[in-house]
């Protein structure tokens, strides 16, 4: 018998994330106009765009870091507009990797990882620790456990923040420039654990300006310009035959 909403390989064709004719201000400033977007589970979206242009709020729409003034925002199935949205649960679902990692500096990294899953998920202390390490051992920090936040460098932090949400084990992940404030030697380890992730079938919508990144690892690539979505498509005709004149304006920057 068919089945509604799958596809002819049996793949669900529902969209995990599903943003339509969202608005935001703040104040005068129209930073989101009418902006129409899918996310299908276990697509990798990047974002791209100049500064300014409304990616983060974008994204912190999407687990509603912002409150968008109009349009929908739905997460599997759910209107995160309405009224009786339990905005915790959903953040549990979402995890998000900001551009200064917003981790617990007085802590250890192991203490990091295991805090939401204990005092959120009921987890046990055990059960959480050694899903925290599964997770360090992947992003290979695994060595680095009981060391202090504080202690540890840019790219090391950030990487610590992926494998803390990784623990809260979320339906999708969200990045907002994650590689931003670090220095360019160390950029290559965080995109390495990024792209490691993609590739085990997480879906991911990441805001960078690493375009190579970009190119190679995401299945569709989003140019924001003012506000608005100004085109969007696979990597290879983004970068290869923007039909936009903002994009090829936008790209030249990165050649
Ligand atoms: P991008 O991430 O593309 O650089 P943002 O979504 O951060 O863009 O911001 C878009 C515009 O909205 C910018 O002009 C920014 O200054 C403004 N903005 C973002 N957040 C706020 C806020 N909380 N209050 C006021 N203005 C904001
Ligand atoms: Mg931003």
């Known amino acids: 018998m068919a089945q509604i909403n799958t596809t002819a390989d049996g ?37 791209i765009g100049a500064s ?17 003034d109009a349009g929908h925002v739905w997460f599997q199935g759910s209107d995160l507009t309405a009224d009786h949205v339990d905005v ?15 981790l617990f500096n007085n802590m250890d990294v ?8 204990v005092t959120l998920k009921k987890a046990t202390k055990q059960e959480a620790e050694q899903t925290a390490m599964h997770h360090l051992e992947s992003v290979g920090l ?19 923040a992926i494998a803390r949400a990784l623990c809260m084990n979320p339906k999708i992940m969200l990045f907002d420039e994650p590689t931003s404030a670090l220095d360019p ?44 979505i100004a085109e969007q498509g696979a990597p290879a005709q983004i970068f290869g035959n923007p039909q936009h004149a903002r994009t090829r304006e936008f790209l030249k920057r990165y050649l």
């Not at 969209?15 to 339509?20: F, G, K, L, S």
């Not at 300014?52 to 409150?67: A, H, M, P, V």
């Not at 695994?142 to 936040?149: G, K, T």
């Open 88 to 102: 915790n649960k959903l953040r549990e679902d979402i995890g998000m990797v900001f551009q200064g990692f917003n």
């Open 52 to 68: 300014g242009s409304g990616k983060s709020t974008l994204l912190r729409c999407i687990n509603l870091l912002e409150t968008p």
């Open 142 to 160: 695994a060595d680095f456990a009981d060391a202090a936040v504080a202690k540890l460098s840019g790219g090391q932090k950030q990487r610590v």
């Open 110 to 117: 192991l203490d990091n990882c295991t805090l939401a899953p």
């Open 11 to 47: 793949a669900s064709a529902k969209p995990m994330v599903r943003i339509e004719g969202l608005r935001k201000s703040f104040g005068d400033l129209e930073v989101l106009r009418d902006v129409n977007l899918d996310i299908m589970p276990g697509e990798v979206v990047t974002i």
């Open 185 to 228: 030697e160390i950029v290559g380890e965080v995109l390495e654990a990024m792209r490691k992730l993609a590739a085990e079938g997480m879906t991911m919508v990441v805001v960078t300006h690493e375009m190579a990144f970009a190119r190679t690892v995401s299945d569709r690539v989003v140019f924001m310009d003012k506000g608005v």
